[in-house]
Each structure stands twice: as structure tokens, then as C-alpha cells.
């Protein structure tokens, strides 16, 4: 959202986000473009080089995530850009993308997650979130538990970073649910826009979109523009706003969302969203996760969406099991309520199956739909394999 506003104000960006969905490629972006397989290579050989004379000189060889950092950094300056939008890998002080200091640091709302590298609660983890805080910088604050609040406001007063909060100095004035997404109002650092048309499910993306817009004000100030953004450039820069993997409707037919949702703060959200802009019944999951997750909390938040779940894994060596997700998945759902296919295209042909039969679930007349969630690789390869489908 960030990127897309930034470039309908005519600025070159360059975008560094992580995981991938599908492609590798898809971590660095110039100007909404992910870098061709070619230029992808370029990047690499810029900064082999170095990575070189790093491995050889540490105890410690630099990691895929640190490498590939190094080869958006690059890719920026070679573009060059005229900003960058970078998100974080995990954590935020000790992160490899970190070494920029940037005139705007966002934090989204903080939940547990990579807990055994970042701690066991919401405020261990804002301490090291708070790090990408810099001095005499924009700080613009999701809406946020109080411990963590007050942690990441006292980061911003020790720095002399601005501070921007959601719910006090912008945030979501309205939304309602619409077709192919939501119609909200956002109110913005410096005026209030309305009836911008959002291409995404959940109150969660709303949110995310007011956050954004601050975001971009809070840059457009510190580029000395104290005018609000055009209120027409704003409608047309979130209309064309896309997020692959994210409640994505990805096939018809029966109908079958994508969502990336890997921990139990992203199922949440999720499980809230198809409330508020679905209505599948019977909806089918096929979840996938990975062994380092809290697959029982993830499970519990989506149990009263999901008539039935099929549990699988994807293709890497951090996957769960399907046979110990499905363990932990009868505790919570039943045993009749799930399905074991390791195999994620046997899972989606197997939860297509069951989505088609919805008198065996007690809904004759249901619009069925199968929800494909637990991690981004899943999600990942479960979109290339339905768009392969697709084209044939």
C-alpha cells in the first residue's frame, strides 16, 4: 500500500519484503516491478564479492535472508530509487535490514511470533521491534496492547523520533463491506479521505490502509509537502492496491481463498474477515504450517469457520508433519472433522471434493469454498499449482 501511494505521487521506489509468496524475485521490487530472473542475478553478482570477503573474514557465514538484503540495498542504489519501503525479517534492532536509517518507521500491531528468537510476550518483542526507531525520525504506531504502547512511545521519546498513533492521530473513520473488497474513510495526518474503494477483505487491511496513508503523509512532510495528499490521487492509488496470498480469491467454482495466515494473531484476523465479508457454507481448510508455529492456537481461531478441515504440508524441510498437525487438529475440531493428505495437491483436490458436496455437511443449497491457510509457503505453492490448473 505504502509503495502504490508513493508511486502516484511520481516517486521511483524500490520494495524489499519477505517471505516470497511464489517467486524469489518477488523480495525486490522497482517501481511495483519484481526484478526479472536477469536483473535478480545482477543483483547477486554486485554483492558476491563482498559476501565472499564476509565468509572468509567471520566466524559466522552471512545467511540467505542477509545476503539477499544486501542485494536489494544494492539494486536500490543501482536503480536508483528515490525511496525505499523495507519490510523487516523478524525482530527489528538486530535485523539485517536495519543498517538503513529510515525517515519513517512503522510498527503494526505486535503479537507473538518467532517467540524463541524475540521472546514469549508482546512486550519482550516490542523492545526489539522498537530498534528500527531512529533519532529525529517518523515513528507511525498501529494500534497497540498498552505495555507494548508504552514501550515503543518511550523508544520514540528517547530518540526525539515523532510520534504518530492509530486511533488518536489518524485511523479508520468507517469502513463497510462491499463487493470485492470495502469502501472506507480514512482519516489521514493531514486531512480526511472518503469513500476510498480498498480491493481487500478484513478490518485488519483497513487498518493497514490507514496506517499506510500516515505513513506516506509523514514522508511527503518530511520532504517539506505540509499539503494534504490529493484526495483523487489517494482514491486511485488503493484502488489498484493487490496482495497475493491474502484472502485472495484465487479460483471460482468452487470458490478457493488464499490466506497466509501463520500465527494464531494472523488467524484471527482472518477467522474475523470471513465473517464480515463471506459466506461459505460449507467452507473447507486445508492447512498446512510450519513446525515451529503454534498450530493449536492457529486451529482454535479458525474451528468455527471451517466445517472440516484436510491437513497437509508443503514442500520444505520446516513443515509439520500432516499426521502430527491432524493429532493436534481432532483435538480441536473432532475426529469426523478431519482429513489427513500429506500431499498438498491431493489435499486441494480432496477439500475441492468435499466444498461440491455440501449435503454432507447438512447444507444442500451452500456455496461451498475451500480456504487454503497455515503458513506462505502453502499458500505459495498451492497458487502456483491452482493457477497451473487455471491455464490448462
Known amino acids: 500500500m505504502i509503495d502504490t501511494l508513493l508511486r502516484a505521487l511520481d516517486l521511483r521506489t524500490g520494495r524489499f519484503t519477505s517471505p516470497h509468496v511464489e517467486r524469489m524475485n518477488e523480495r525486490i521490487s522497482i517501481d511495483g516491478e519484481s526484478l526479472t530472473d536477469e536483473e535478480f542475478v545482477r543483483a547477486f553478482n554486485d554483492v558476491a564479492p563482498y559476501t565472499h570477503l564476509v565468509d572468509e573474514s567471520q566466524d559466522h557465514p552471512l545467511s540467505f535472508f542477509e545476503t539477499v538484503v544486501g542485494m536489494a540495498y544494492a539494486a536500490f542504489a543501482d536503480a536508483p530509487v528515490d525511496v525505499a519501503v523495507v519490510e523487516v525479517g523478524m525482530g527489528g534492532s538486530w535485523d539485517a535490514t536495519n543498517v538503513a536509517d ?7 500491531p505486535i503479537a507473538v511470533d518467532h517467540a524463541q528468537y524475540l521472546g514469549d510476550t508482546p512486550a519482550d518483542i516490542a523492545e526489539e521491534k522498537a530498534g528500527i526507531i531512529k533519532p529525529g525520525t517518523f515513528a507511525v504506531l498501529a494500534e497497540q496492547r498498552p505495555e507494548v504502547a508504552e514501550i515503543l512511545v518511550r523508544r520514540a521519546a528517547e530518540v526525539g523520533a515523532t510520534v504518530a498513533r492509530e486511533g488518536v492521530e489518524f485511523g479508520v473513520a468507517s469502513r463497510v463491506p462491499a463487493v470485492g473488497g470495502q469502501v472506507v474513510s480514512l482519516q489521514g495526518l493531514r486531512a480526511r479521505y472518503d469513500d476510498v474503494f480498498l480491493p481487500l477483505y478484513g478490518a485488519h487491511q483497513a487498518q493497514n490502509a490507514a496506517v499506510a496513508l500516515a505513513a506516506v ?8 509537502q505540509s499539503q494534504p495528499l490529493d484526495e483523487d490521487l489517494v482514491r486511485a492509488a488503493f484502488a489498484e492496491v493487490t496482495s497475493p496470498g491474502r484472502l485472495e480469491v484465487i479460483r471460482r467454482s468452487p470458490t478457493v481463498v488464499l490466506d497466509a495466515a501463520h500465527n494464531p494473531h494472523g488467524a484471527e484476523a482472518l477467522a474475523a474477515a470471513l465473517d464480515d465479508s463471506f459466506a461459505f457454507s460449507p467452507l473447507i481448510g486445508v492447512i498446512g504450517v510450519m513446525a515451529d508455529k503454534d498450530h493449536e492456537a492457529l486451529l482454535a481461531a479458525l474451528e468455527p469457520q471451517l466445517a472440516h478441515v484436510v491437513c497437509t504440508q508443503n514442500s520444505t524441510a520446516r513443515a509439520l508433519p500432516a499426521a502430527e498437525l491432524a ?7 473432532g475426529e469426523d472433522r478431519v482429513t489427513v493428505a500429506p500431499r498438498l495437491a ?3 483436490d480432496q477439500a475441492t471434493a468435499l466444498a461440491e458436496a455440501g449435503d454432507a455437511f447438512g447444507d444442500p443449497l451452500g456455496a461451498g469454498a475451500v480456504l487454503v491457510t497455515g503458513s506462505v509457503v502453502t499458500v505459495g505453492e498451492a497458487r502456483t499449482m491452482l493457477t497451473r490448473r487455471g491455464e490448462r
Open 346 to 348: 491431493e489435499a486441494l
Open 102 to 108: 529510515a525517515q519513517v518507521a512503522v510498527v503494526l
Open 327 to 333: 493429532k493436534t487438529a481432532r483435538e480441536v475440531f
Open 217 to 224: 503523509e509523514a514522508f511527503a512532510a518530511a520532504g517539506e
